[in-house]
């Protein structure tokens, strides 16, 4: 990587527990604008704890140590002030909001963001033309945006909604919690070109995956294996083959 | 349609920290004498120049109320009502009667604009499409001006306050009068029935779909000062209306009294659509002040296929005790009801629905949505019954509850009587909380926690909000953003 | 407005209190005793027996149903012994059976002896000796409902069962309550403590003549934390009887109580449910099916007061009505302020099989904490025509079509109970209705 690049996201010895029982203990991540980093590791490693605590949901207990984006402290904001200084978290499970549109949903997402950066609402024509434009690329229909939001949705269909909302929000950093779960091969590879597209010299990724597959199309710059709520080992994109390959029995072990 | 647009606007640029609509219009006015006894009556009644017959059916109610109890069986609570130290009249002055909005009182014209409704009979902008309402404006115990009425005359149909009519069409409302709500109903209606003031009457004739939407505001100034307005609407044979109603109080430390009765009568094949925004004052949030609204409102289905649907919004009054119901009396008759209730500080809702099965094949539907905040309660109180001869009754009831707050109470009490087998009555129930998960989501999309919780609600009362028109559903959504102010921490 | 005043003593009303004159000195409890026992009656003397303006007895009025109070149960005869011995319901039931007889523990038909290591089994009798009748206060149940009062007024035998901290009673305990004789009124009594960890499984059975006898029965069940309890109810009353009936259960802490109750007999019944969590997260699955043809009556009133957290209520009542028969539900939930996490999920349905039948349904839920879900369900409706069809069409007749549907419907509740021989006598039961449609 060029030295001069920023460093996007900066995590240092992070230790996080929920009800007590510590899940992260001494995390250390640096991701660069223009990265994508990839997150494996085995089932209980602590994966979806690290994005919910960067996410800041509110089950989790920071113990220690530190996380910027883009120099600012996560951890003094709010979950909403987060989504405003750039993070997105693509939820594994999107939640379904019975009754708020799709479309009524994005259109407030948005705004909401806009004003917390003090820029101006976006009009409602130009906003339909831009959701239409993303949402054509993803193959999300007119119908989908007037349903109940993720209400009804299949397993595709909520995926592909989280890459519309990271599309349509542009975030600096995205985090893809377990994006590939419950996704056949044909939605896998609609969201992974939906991501690549986002691919942007000052936007970052972390890409928590259990498995290499979704890697294949979305092709890393760093891969890193963690277990027991750290980072054990950190590689190039050959590395998840080599897991896919071994398992991460050694480092379950090595860990432990 | 101007009025609600601007109603709408007015909403939306207020502070939102506080009840909107809470100041006082200063105005003289001609009241009757402190307390309630028959010479109160027939000084309203002589007031308004009622013929013979209504002042005896007056003097019989307050003869019979004089032997009633308040109903005591409703989840709510408030110290006893002092209804002799009440004004049970209070005009502004010189109003006796509706007139030319011209010689409307131009305090008056500034309270309702101020209210977001001009008394104006705007005309239709060239090349743009508007809705128009109608609007009735009741301020205190008196109609003080009804618009649109001209046009409304060419197609037959009548609306004007209800003292009008008396003395314009009194056979019609002596045919109707008490027909549905008989004047020994109960207790806070039988006192409608000796005291009520003025309000709205509406006949569509045969026929005829009413032009516009037909509204009426009611405001209630003055202090101490007991509100009951009567509503009377007949759509005969084939006829349909839609009826809006709106309601807003100043802010008083002292609570005030409304007991309303709504009447609707639907002949054969006829269709009435009832919609309330109720915003009356609900009291601050130590629960001083508020109106108490105790108020009576039902149809009946008295045609074949007829069909009536109540849809109402409540979000105002320290106590809201009301029962919107159907009578299903014609065969394939339909009766609906639509609610959302909304309560936070220390108000006190119970409020529901009655759909009585009398004729074959008829059907109804309920819909529920209560809210709770603060240290409010609010209950769900409904009946649905088929009698014995109505075969192949129908109802499906759906009743949520959503709870802000560990401090507030959501309670469901209904009630199924089925007395014919042929009948189908389906009912549902859930309370809940905004889940964490879902406040969480959206707020990782950048919304703050207030205007998740109010995605979220709007969400959850959304098929309630589309029984509304337009331009009310989105001050109704507005209102419950406000109602919901400072519910979460 | 005039709720308040009391009309003129119905003949039952006369006869309770005429009976409770006669009777009072001689009821066992000492003096301690006597008072509550004149406490609870008070509340009858001064009230009256319910009547439907009473919220709670709005489609039960007692007062009408009663119309007259049956003379209590004398001695037990030898010859009303050996019709109650015939009219014993589930002989092909494994457990260890405690036989009342017109109230009255009849010990030549009880095992009174065999209960399983762990348990003791006493006489409600031997309780009420002393000057400290605990057997008379009953936690859990509201002191002043007509039949907790009545029963505590007027109750003078029963059974006491504690199962000890720990144990797992090896044999079920089947209390069976027979009445036989000339037209009677008869109280019992069953109070039950299981001890923290200890679980026990219970089966409660209320059978008799069609002599038109008025039973009040009262169950006290109290599970420890962690304790568990199966309680299994066939209310198979002669067809004349009146059934008042009151459940009351304590559940502490991580408890689990499994109850079902089949109403397949009486000319009317009454069940109370009176189940409170006091403890966190304890479970309780309450349900119970019933049918009733003729002119038949049966109500059933529940209140699942949930006070502790985290626990979990489930409750399922099915009624299939035939002739002029009437079923009444009362369901009420209610979660107190901090029972958070509580989940409780109510459903009672009732299919019309006639014109003449009727079916109330009132269920509430009263909520007072915020992270709770909660739900109830009601219907009422006819058999589905289209199912009816089907089955027709695939050559069975409208009778036996009909009688496969009743039966699957009130199927769902009995298929819960897991004890196989139990379950086929509740079946049994439930298929001869359909043959007789009574």
Redesign the interface.
Same mark, same amino acid.
């Given at each position: 990587m060029e030295p001069d690049v920023k460093m996007l996201l900066s995590i240092k010895n992070l230790h996080a527990s929920i009800e007590d029982k510590p899940i992260l203990r001494g995390l250390d991540l640096d991701v660069k604008a223009g990265e994508v980093h990839a997150i494996m590791g085995p089932n209980g490693s602590g994966k979806s704890t690290l994005s919910y605590v960067l996410?800041?949901?509110?089950?989790y207990d920071v113990t220690e140590g530190s996380a910027t984006l883009d120099g600012a402290d996560l951890f003094a904001m709010?979950?909403?002030a987060?989504?405003?200084a750039g993070l997105?978290?693509a939820?594994q499970y999107?939640?379904e909001?019975?009754?708020?549109a799709t479309m009524?949903?994005l259109k407030?997402?948005?705004n909401?963001?806009r004003r917390?950066r003090g820029e101006a609402e976006l009009p409602t024509p130009q906003f339909i033309k831009l959701v239409r434009e993303k949402a054509d690329g993803l193959g999300i229909s007119t119908d989908m945006l007037k349903r109940?939001?993720n209400v009804g949705f299949s397993g595709g269909e909520k995926k592909r909604n989280e890459v519309l909302?990271m599309a349509l929000?542009e975030p600096k950093l995205c985090v893809l919690d377990e994006t590939d779960s419950g996704l056949d091969i044909d939605a896998l590879k609609i969201v992974a070109e939906g991501v690549n597209a986002l691919r942007a010299k000052d936007r970052g990724f972390v890409v928590i995956t259990h498995y290499q597959r979704l890697l294949d199309h979305i092709v890393p710059d760093v891969v890193h294996v963690m277990a027991k709520g750290r980072i054990v080992r950190t590689g190039g994109k050959e590395l998840a083959h080599e897991l896919e390959a071994r398992g991460y029995a050694d480092y379950v072990e090595e860990a432990a | 349609m101007p009025a609600v647009q601007e109603t709408v606007a007015r909403v939306r640029s207020i502070d939102v920290d506080q009840y909107k609509y809470g100041f006082v219009t200063e105005i003289e006015s001609d009241r009757a004498d402190k307390g309630l006894s028959e010479d109160t009556v027939r000084f309203i009644s002589a007031k308004k120049g009622e013929p013979e017959w209504m002042l005896e059916w007056r003097l019989d109610a307050y003869r019979r109320w004089r032997?009633?109890?308040e109903p005591k069986?409703a989840r709510v609570d408030y110290p006893a009502i002092p209804y002799e130290e009440l004004y049970y009249y209070s005009a502004p002055k010189g109003s006796s009667g509706p007139k030319t909005l011209a010689d409307v009182d131009p305090e008056l014209l500034r309270t309702y604009a101020k209210l977001g409704i001009p008394l104006q009979e705007q005309e239709i902008l060239a090349g743009v499409e508007q809705r128009r309402v109608a609007v009735d404006a009741v301020f205190d115990s008196v109609s003080v001006a009804t618009t649109f009425k001209e046009e409304l005359g060419r197609a037959g149909v009548i609306f004007c306050p209800i003292s009008e009519a008396l003395r314009d069409h009194p056979e019609l409302v002596r045919k109707y009068l008490g027909t549905v709500v008989p004047a020994t109903d109960n207790f806070f209606a039988t006192l409608n029935a000796a005291v009520f003031s003025d309000g709205s009457f509406v006949y569509v004739p045969k026929g005829v779909r009413c032009p516009m939407e037909l509204s009426t505001y009611f405001r209630i100034n003055e202090r101490n000062t007991g509100q009951f307005e009567r509503t009377l609407i007949i759509a005969d044979e084939g006829s349909y209306v839609s009826y809006l109603e709106g309601c807003t109080a100043p802010m008083r430390d002292e609570n005030q009294l409304h007991a309303a009765v709504v009447e609707l009568v639907a002949l054969d094949d006829a269709e009435i659509k009832y919609s309330t925004v109720q915003n009356w004052y609900p009291g601050d949030a130590e629960g001083k002040g508020g109106i108490y609204n105790f108020v009576t409102k039902r149809g009946d289905c008295r045609g074949r296929n007829a069909k009536i649907s109540w849809t109402q919004v409540e979000t105002g009054s320290a106590i809201t005790w009301k029962y919107p119901s159907c009578i299903l009396r014609g065969d394939n008759s339909r009766g609906e009801f639509y609610s959302i209730a909304i309560s936070n500080g220390r108000q006190q809702v119970d409020s529901g629905t009655k759909m009585i099965h009398l004729g074959k094949n008829t059907s109804s539907k309920i819909i529920s949505k209560g809210i709770s905040a603060g240290r409010s309660q609010n209950t769900y109180r409904g009946l649905v019954s088929a009698h014995r001869k109505a075969t192949n009754a129908r109802n499906f009831t759906n009743c949520d509850?959503l709870?802000?707050?560990?401090?507030?109470?959501?309670?469901?009490?209904?009630?199924?009587?089925?007395?014919?087998?042929?009948?189908?009555?389906?009912?549902?129930?859930?309370?809940?909380?905004i889940?964490?998960?879902?406040m969480?989501?959206?707020?990782?999309?950048?919304?703050?926690?207030e205007?998740?919780v109010a995605?979220?609600v709007?969400?959850?009362?959304?098929?309630v909000l589309q029984q509304l028109p337009m331009e009310f559903a989105v001050e109704a959504q507005k209102l419950i953003s406000i109602s919901l102010e400072g519910s979460v921490g | 407005?005039n709720a308040d005043v009391r009309p003129i003593r119905t003949a039952a009303e006369t006869g309770l209190i005429e009976a409770f004159e006669a009777v009072r000195a001689a009821l066992p409890g000492g003096e301690r005793g006597a008072q509550l026992r004149d406490d609870a009656f008070a509340t009858i003397a001064s009230r009256g027996l319910p009547n439907r303006r009473v919220?709670e007895w709005k489609y039960t009025d007692l007062r009408a149903l009663m119309r007259e109070a049956r003379p209590l149960a004398g001695p037990v005869t030898p010859a009303e012994l050996a019709a109650a011995e015939a009219l014993l319901p589930m002989a092909d039931v494994e457990a260890l059976r405690i036989v009342f007889v017109n109230g009255r523990l009849a010990p030549s038909l009880s095992q009174l002896a065999g209960a399983p290591s762990g348990v003791a089994i006493s006489p409600l009798s031997d309780a009420l000796e002393g000057d400290a009748p605990h057997a008379l206060v009953l936690e859990g149940a509201p002191a002043d409902n007509a039949l907790v009062a009545l029963n505590t007024a007027f109750v003078a035998d029963g059974l006491m069962i504690a199962v000890d901290e720990g144990v797992a009673a090896s044999r079920a305990i089947h209390v069976a309550n027979v009445q036989t004789g000339a037209a009677h009124s008869s109280y019992g009594r069953l109070l039950v403590s299981v001890g923290k960890g200890a679980s026990v499984t219970l089966i409660e059975s209320h059978s008799g003549d069609a002599a038109g006898h008025q039973t009040n029965t009262l169950v006290g069940l109290d599970l420890a934390d962690d304790a568990k309890a199966n309680l299994v109810k066939l209310q198979d009353e002669g067809l004349g009887t009146l059934h008042l009936a009151t459940l009351a259960v304590r559940l502490g802490r991580k408890a689990e109580l499994n109850s079902l109750a089949l109403s397949a007999g009486s000319l009317a019944a009454r069940q109370q449910i009176f189940l409170a969590f006091k403890g966190d997260k304890a479970t309780a699955n309450v349900s119970g099916a019933g049918f009733a043809g003729a002119r038949r009556h049966l109500d059933t009133t529940l209140v699942i007061d949930h006070e502790g957290q985290g626990c979990v209520s489930r409750e399922l009542f099915k009624t299939a009505l035939d002739g002029q028969a009437r079923s009444v539900f009362q369901g009420k939930i209610v979660v107190r302020?901090?029972a958070?996490k509580t989940d409780g999920k109510m459903m009672a349905k =009732?299919l019309?099989?006639? $014109?003449?039948?009727?079916? #109330? =349904?009132?269920?509430?839920? $009263?909520?007072?904490?915020? #992270?709770?879900?909660?739900?109830?369900?009601?219907?009422?409706?006819?058999i589905d025509d289209e199912l009816l069809f089907y089955l027709k069409s695939r050559g069975l007749p409208q009778v036996e079509a009909e009688a496969l549907l009743v039966q699957a419907f009130v199927g769902e509740v009995i298929e819960m109970i897991e004890d196989e021989p139990l379950r086929d006598a509740l079946t049994a039961r439930a298929e001869r209705w359909l043959r007789e449609r009574d």
């Amino acid at each position: 990587m060029e030295p001069d690049v920023k460093m996007l996201l900066s995590i240092k010895n992070l230790h996080a527990s929920i009800e007590d029982k510590p899940i992260l203990r001494g995390l250390d991540l640096d991701v660069k604008a223009g990265e994508v980093h990839a997150i494996m590791g085995p089932n209980g490693s602590g994966k979806s704890t690290l994005s919910y605590v960067l996410a800041g949901k509110s089950d989790y207990d920071v113990t220690e140590g530190s996380a910027t984006l883009d120099g600012a402290d996560l951890f003094a904001m709010e979950p909403d002030a987060r989504a405003a200084a750039g993070l997105f978290l693509a939820f594994q499970y999107p939640l379904e909001i019975p009754g708020v549109a799709t479309m009524t949903f994005l259109k407030t997402a948005l705004n909401a963001q806009r004003r917390a950066r003090g820029e101006a609402e976006l009009p409602t024509p130009q906003f339909i033309k831009l959701v239409r434009e993303k949402a054509d690329g993803l193959g999300i229909s007119t119908d989908m945006l007037k349903r109940g939001l993720n209400v009804g949705f299949s397993g595709g269909e909520k995926k592909r909604n989280e890459v519309l909302q990271m599309a349509l929000l542009e975030p600096k950093l995205c985090v893809l919690d377990e994006t590939d779960s419950g996704l056949d091969i044909d939605a896998l590879k609609i969201v992974a070109e939906g991501v690549n597209a986002l691919r942007a010299k000052d936007r970052g990724f972390v890409v928590i995956t259990h498995y290499q597959r979704l890697l294949d199309h979305i092709v890393p710059d760093v891969v890193h294996v963690m277990a027991k709520g750290r980072i054990v080992r950190t590689g190039g994109k050959e590395l998840a083959h080599e897991l896919e390959a071994r398992g991460y029995a050694d480092y379950v072990e090595e860990a432990a | 349609m101007p009025a609600v647009q601007e109603t709408v606007a007015r909403v939306r640029s207020i502070d939102v920290d506080q009840y909107k609509y809470g100041f006082v219009t200063e105005i003289e006015s001609d009241r009757a004498d402190k307390g309630l006894s028959e010479d109160t009556v027939r000084f309203i009644s002589a007031k308004k120049g009622e013929p013979e017959w209504m002042l005896e059916w007056r003097l019989d109610a307050y003869r019979r109320w004089r032997t009633m109890a308040e109903p005591k069986w409703a989840r709510v609570d408030y110290p006893a009502i002092p209804y002799e130290e009440l004004y049970y009249y209070s005009a502004p002055k010189g109003s006796s009667g509706p007139k030319t909005l011209a010689d409307v009182d131009p305090e008056l014209l500034r309270t309702y604009a101020k209210l977001g409704i001009p008394l104006q009979e705007q005309e239709i902008l060239a090349g743009v499409e508007q809705r128009r309402v109608a609007v009735d404006a009741v301020f205190d115990s008196v109609s003080v001006a009804t618009t649109f009425k001209e046009e409304l005359g060419r197609a037959g149909v009548i609306f004007c306050p209800i003292s009008e009519a008396l003395r314009d069409h009194p056979e019609l409302v002596r045919k109707y009068l008490g027909t549905v709500v008989p004047a020994t109903d109960n207790f806070f209606a039988t006192l409608n029935a000796a005291v009520f003031s003025d309000g709205s009457f509406v006949y569509v004739p045969k026929g005829v779909r009413c032009p516009m939407e037909l509204s009426t505001y009611f405001r209630i100034n003055e202090r101490n000062t007991g509100q009951f307005e009567r509503t009377l609407i007949i759509a005969d044979e084939g006829s349909y209306v839609s009826y809006l109603e709106g309601c807003t109080a100043p802010m008083r430390d002292e609570n005030q009294l409304h007991a309303a009765v709504v009447e609707l009568v639907a002949l054969d094949d006829a269709e009435i659509k009832y919609s309330t925004v109720q915003n009356w004052y609900p009291g601050d949030a130590e629960g001083k002040g508020g109106i108490y609204n105790f108020v009576t409102k039902r149809g009946d289905c008295r045609g074949r296929n007829a069909k009536i649907s109540w849809t109402q919004v409540e979000t105002g009054s320290a106590i809201t005790w009301k029962y919107p119901s159907c009578i299903l009396r014609g065969d394939n008759s339909r009766g609906e009801f639509y609610s959302i209730a909304i309560s936070n500080g220390r108000q006190q809702v119970d409020s529901g629905t009655k759909m009585i099965h009398l004729g074959k094949n008829t059907s109804s539907k309920i819909i529920s949505k209560g809210i709770s905040a603060g240290r409010s309660q609010n209950t769900y109180r409904g009946l649905v019954s088929a009698h014995r001869k109505a075969t192949n009754a129908r109802n499906f009831t759906n009743c949520d509850s959503l709870l802000i707050g560990d401090k507030c109470g959501a309670h469901t009490v209904p009630y199924l009587e089925a007395k014919t087998s042929t009948a189908v009555f389906e009912h549902e129930a859930t309370t809940s909380k905004i889940s964490d998960d879902q406040m969480f989501y959206c707020q990782q999309r950048g919304l703050s926690s207030e205007e998740a919780v109010a995605l979220i609600v709007n969400g959850f009362v959304k098929d309630v909000l589309q029984q509304l028109p337009m331009e009310f559903a989105v001050e109704a959504q507005k209102l419950i953003s406000i109602s919901l102010e400072g519910s979460v921490g | 407005m005039n709720a308040d005043v009391r009309p003129i003593r119905t003949a039952a009303e006369t006869g309770l209190i005429e009976a409770f004159e006669a009777v009072r000195a001689a009821l066992p409890g000492g003096e301690r005793g006597a008072q509550l026992r004149d406490d609870a009656f008070a509340t009858i003397a001064s009230r009256g027996l319910p009547n439907r303006r009473v919220e709670e007895w709005k489609y039960t009025d007692l007062r009408a149903l009663m119309r007259e109070a049956r003379p209590l149960a004398g001695p037990v005869t030898p010859a009303e012994l050996a019709a109650a011995e015939a009219l014993l319901p589930m002989a092909d039931v494994e457990a260890l059976r405690i036989v009342f007889v017109n109230g009255r523990l009849a010990p030549s038909l009880s095992q009174l002896a065999g209960a399983p290591s762990g348990v003791a089994i006493s006489p409600l009798s031997d309780a009420l000796e002393g000057d400290a009748p605990h057997a008379l206060v009953l936690e859990g149940a509201p002191a002043d409902n007509a039949l907790v009062a009545l029963n505590t007024a007027f109750v003078a035998d029963g059974l006491m069962i504690a199962v000890d901290e720990g144990v797992a009673a090896s044999r079920a305990i089947h209390v069976a309550n027979v009445q036989t004789g000339a037209a009677h009124s008869s109280y019992g009594r069953l109070l039950v403590s299981v001890g923290k960890g200890a679980s026990v499984t219970l089966i409660e059975s209320h059978s008799g003549d069609a002599a038109g006898h008025q039973t009040n029965t009262l169950v006290g069940l109290d599970l420890a934390d962690d304790a568990k309890a199966n309680l299994v109810k066939l209310q198979d009353e002669g067809l004349g009887t009146l059934h008042l009936a009151t459940l009351a259960v304590r559940l502490g802490r991580k408890a689990e109580l499994n109850s079902l109750a089949l109403s397949a007999g009486s000319l009317a019944a009454r069940q109370q449910i009176f189940l409170a969590f006091k403890g966190d997260k304890a479970t309780a699955n309450v349900s119970g099916a019933g049918f009733a043809g003729a002119r038949r009556h049966l109500d059933t009133t529940l209140v699942i007061d949930h006070e502790g957290q985290g626990c979990v209520s489930r409750e399922l009542f099915k009624t299939a009505l035939d002739g002029q028969a009437r079923s009444v539900f009362q369901g009420k939930i209610v979660v107190r302020p901090g029972a958070q996490k509580t989940d409780g999920k109510m459903m009672a349905k =009732a299919l019309l099989l006639s $014109e003449g039948a009727e079916a #109330d =349904a009132k269920p509430e839920l $009263e909520i007072f904490a915020d #992270d709770v879900v909660c739900g109830h369900g009601a219907t009422v409706g006819a058999i589905d025509d289209e199912l009816l069809f089907y089955l027709k069409s695939r050559g069975l007749p409208q009778v036996e079509a009909e009688a496969l549907l009743v039966q699957a419907f009130v199927g769902e509740v009995i298929e819960m109970i897991e004890d196989e021989p139990l379950r086929d006598a509740l079946t049994a039961r439930a298929e001869r209705w359909l043959r007789e449609r009574d």
